[in-house]
């Protein structure tokens, strides 16, 4: 199909929706579904008028040019049904280790410096994926999960053994995915500013944000900063919530393809922000190391601390200055952190035990101030009008926000009554444990939850006025549900215990 006539039928939808008169914001949604679906079924019965059949997608020609110890060659895999390009070196060696590279063009040649060093032990292999590199450009869904099985075609004719798997970016969340299908496959995963992983909302947000180094800024413009982030926060959660062009995507093959076709690192992209990783990081038991640059913008370090906390065997190893590439932009450093996570067995820590035996320091209230942190061990945290504040490695009977802008790492709340009370509040939480018989209770506030485990007595969540929630590898327990949360809510008068029991 011809894209140009794609392009008319996605015009005449956009007129449509625009030349309407004043419309709700319902209708607004329900006409912009309506022009999706029209496009969506003029794609469908034109493209699928087109003759095409499913040829292997050919690799481009192997380089000459090349070390002469590094070998090329050509392997059809059978999920897409393309032609990948495999690069080879230190075949001599038992050991073997595979490195998977991130979105891009480049393909393997983001590991290109590190190979020699890697072959003087190991055998190493290193893939275009395929769409990426010099391998074919097939058409499907490059969903992380294809590309495990994909992964697990090469290993299969390359082989014979458990081997090391190392993936950055993109790379990163596939090997992730690999290792959780294919355990017995692999002696030790290295994941490098892994993206991806949290909900997708989440992980646009900070992509969003303005970034700005806090000890080079005043503080009335850190309050500043805080609040214009916020709004764009709020601006891409409700773009995220209500999205039919998501919709209109990932609701038909044929439409995917006609659309993405010609565009690997969009259909990659795209498909890593939809997959959930909770399970497959809850239920990890691979010895796992994680490199990540402290000044990523890219792949928050937030995702770095949430695979840590919650992957039964991690290490964390941040490299001060490094940025989401960190093997070119700081490639000693890096090799010096991935020769240790190699050689070394990691040992697991404590997440949010560390305030756990301290004595009390009592209440803390905070009221209408702004860019203050606070740690420790407290019985009541009370947030009365306070703007960008930080709760790090906090215990606490309860949390109480009131019109106030939060964000917490490593918290413990325990209570006999409300663990958490946000009220016209936006609370952003990274790991954590908050029990509670009403465990949180919510009246017009925005929450944003990673790594996070909520317990409640009489129900986990409870909203009197319109709140949002989203989840990233979180995990709920009630009387009325328990399983794993990755995902977006709205409430208005109803608990999540209600609204995730009646969608079962």
Same mark, same amino acid.
């Given at each position: 199909? *011809?894209?140009?006539?794609?392009? #008319?039928?996605?015009?005449?939808?956009?007129?449509?929706?625009?030349?309407?008169?004043?419309?709700?914001?319902?209708?607004?949604?329900?006409?912009?579904?309506?022009?999706?679906?029209?496009?969506?079924?003029?794609?469908?019965?034109?493209?699928?008028?087109? $003759?095409?059949?499913?040829?292997?997608?050919?690799?481009?020609?192997? !380089?000459?040019?090349?070390?002469?110890?590094?070998?090329? =060659?050509?392997?059809?895999?059978?999920?897409?049904?393309?032609?990948?390009?495999?690069?080879?070196?230190?075949?001599?060696? *038992?050991?073997?280790?595979?490195?998977?590279?991130?979105?891009?063009?480049?393909?393997?040649?983001?590991?290109?410096?590190?190979?020699?060093?890697?072959? @003087?032990?190991?055998?190493?292999?290193?893939? $275009?994926?395929?769409?990426?590199?010099? +391998?074919?450009?097939?058409?499907?869904?490059?969903?992380? %999960?294809?590309?495990?099985?994909?992964?697990?075609?090469?290993?299969?004719?390359?082989?014979? /053994?458990?081997?090391?798997?190392?993936?950055?970016?993109?790379?990163?969340?596939?090997?992730?995915?690999?290792? +959780?299908?294919?355990?017995?496959?692999? $002696?030790?995963?290295?994941?490098?500013?892994?993206?991806?992983?949290?909900?997708?909302?989440?992980?646009?947000?900070?992509?969003?944000?303005? !970034?700005?180094?806090?000890?080079?800024? !005043?503080?009335?413009?850190?309050? %500043?900063?805080?609040?214009?982030?916020?709004?764009? +926060?709020?601006?891409?959660?409700?773009?995220?919530?209500?999205? !039919?062009?998501? $919709?209109?995507?990932?609701?038909?093959?044929? %439409?995917?393809?006609?659309?993405? /076709?010609?565009?690997?690192?969009?259909?990659?992209?795209?498909?890593?922000?939809?997959?959930?990783?909770?399970?497959?990081? *809850?239920?990890?038991?691979?010895?796992? =190391?994680?490199?990540?640059?402290?000044?990523?913008?890219?792949?928050?370090?937030?995702?770095?601390?949430?695979? &840590?906390?919650?992957? @039964? +065997?991690?290490?964390?190893?941040?490299?001060?200055?490094?940025?989401?590439?960190?093997?070119?932009?700081?490639?000693?450093?890096?090799?010096?952190?991935?020769?240790?996570?190699?050689?070394?067995?990691?040992?697991? @820590? =404590?997440?949010?035990?560390?305030?756990?035996?301290?004595?009390?320091?009592?209440?803390?209230?905070?009221?209408?101030?702004?860019?203050?942190?606070? &740690?420790?061990?407290?019985?009541?945290?009370?947030?009365?009008?306070?703007?960008?504040?930080?709760?790090?490695?906090?215990?606490?009977?309860?949390?109480?926000?009131?019109? &106030?802008?939060?964000?917490?790492?490593?918290?413990?709340?325990?209570?006999? *009554?409300?663990?958490?009370?946000?009220?016209?509040?936006?609370? #952003?939480?990274?790991?954590?444990?908050?029990?509670?018989?009403?465990?949180?209770?919510?009246?017009?506030?925005?929450?944003?939850?990673?790594?996070?485990?909520?317990?409640?007595?009489?129900?986990?969540?409870? /909203?009197?006025?319109? =709140?949002?929630?989203?989840?990233?590898?979180?995990? /709920?327990?009630?009387?009325?549900?328990?399983?794993?949360?990755?995902?977006?809510?709205?409430?208005?008068?109803?608990?999540?215990?209600?609204?995730?029991?009646? &969608?079962?």
């Amino acid at each position: 199909m *011809r894209i140009d006539t794609i392009y #008319r039928y996605m015009l005449l939808m956009l007129l449509v929706v625009a030349s309407t008169e004043t419309l709700s914001a319902d209708s607004w949604l329900d006409k912009v579904k309506s022009g999706y679906k029209e496009v969506e079924n003029k794609i469908t019965t034109e493209f699928s008028l087109d $003759d095409k059949t499913e040829e292997l997608a050919l690799a481009k020609p192997l !380089p000459l040019d090349v070390p002469a110890n590094w070998h090329y =060659s050509y392997f059809n895999e059978p999920i897409f049904n393309s032609q990948m390009v495999i690069l080879e070196d230190g075949v001599q060696h *038992r050991k073997t280790i595979v490195l998977v590279h991130g979105l891009g063009e480049l393909g393997m040649k983001d590991w290109f410096n590190l190979i020699p060093k890697l072959a @003087e032990q190991y055998h190493v292999i290193a893939v $275009d994926l395929p769409g990426f590199g010099l +391998s074919g450009v097939p058409q499907g869904r490059y969903t992380p %999960t294809n590309y495990a099985k994909v992964l697990n075609a090469v290993l299969n004719q390359y082989v014979d /053994s458990p081997i090391t798997l190392v993936g950055h970016s993109m790379g990163g969340a596939i090997s992730l995915r690999f290792a +959780s299908m294919y355990p017995n496959s692999v $002696d030790k995963l290295v994941l490098i500013d892994v993206a991806g992983v949290l909900e997708k909302t989440a992980f646009v947000k900070h992509i969003s944000e303005l !970034p700005f180094d806090e000890s080079l800024v !005043p503080n009335m413009l850190k309050k %500043t900063i805080a609040q214009v982030n916020d709004f764009g +926060s709020s601006l891409v959660e409700l773009g995220t919530l209500h999205d !039919p062009a998501s $919709d209109f995507l990932h609701g038909n093959d044929v %439409t995917w393809n006609a659309l993405l /076709s010609n565009s690997p690192n969009i259909n990659a992209a795209l498909s890593l922000v939809e997959e959930d990783f909770n399970s497959a990081v *809850r239920n990890l038991t691979v010895d796992t =190391s994680i490199i990540w640059g402290a000044k990523d913008t890219v792949a928050p370090i937030r995702t770095a601390k949430v695979l &840590s906390a919650n992957i @039964e +065997s991690a290490r964390l190893v941040i490299i001060e200055n490094a940025s989401h590439v960190p093997m070119k932009s700081h490639p000693q450093e890096f090799m010096v952190e991935l020769q240790h996570a190699l050689a070394s067995k990691t040992v697991k @820590e =404590s997440i949010v035990e560390k305030g756990k035996t301290d004595k009390s320091q009592g209440d803390l209230v905070c009221d209408n101030k702004a860019n203050m942190t606070y &740690s420790g061990n407290f019985d009541a945290i009370i947030l009365n009008q306070c703007t960008n504040i930080k709760l790090k490695e906090v215990t606490a009977t309860s949390l109480e926000a009131n019109d &106030s802008l939060v964000e917490v790492e490593n918290l413990l709340l325990v209570s006999h *009554r409300i663990a958490l009370k946000a009220d016209e509040s936006v609370i #952003r939480i990274t790991n954590g444990v908050i029990k509670g018989d009403k465990a949180i209770s919510l009246s017009g506030s925005r929450l944003d939850l990673a790594g996070v485990e909520i317990i409640g007595g009489e129900y986990t969540i409870y /909203s009197d006025k319109h =709140s949002q929630v989203v989840f990233s590898i979180c995990k /709920s327990e009630s009387q009325q549900f328990s399983g794993l949360l990755h995902g977006v809510y709205e409430l208005t008068e109803t608990t999540l215990d209600e609204l995730l029991y009646s &969608s079962k």
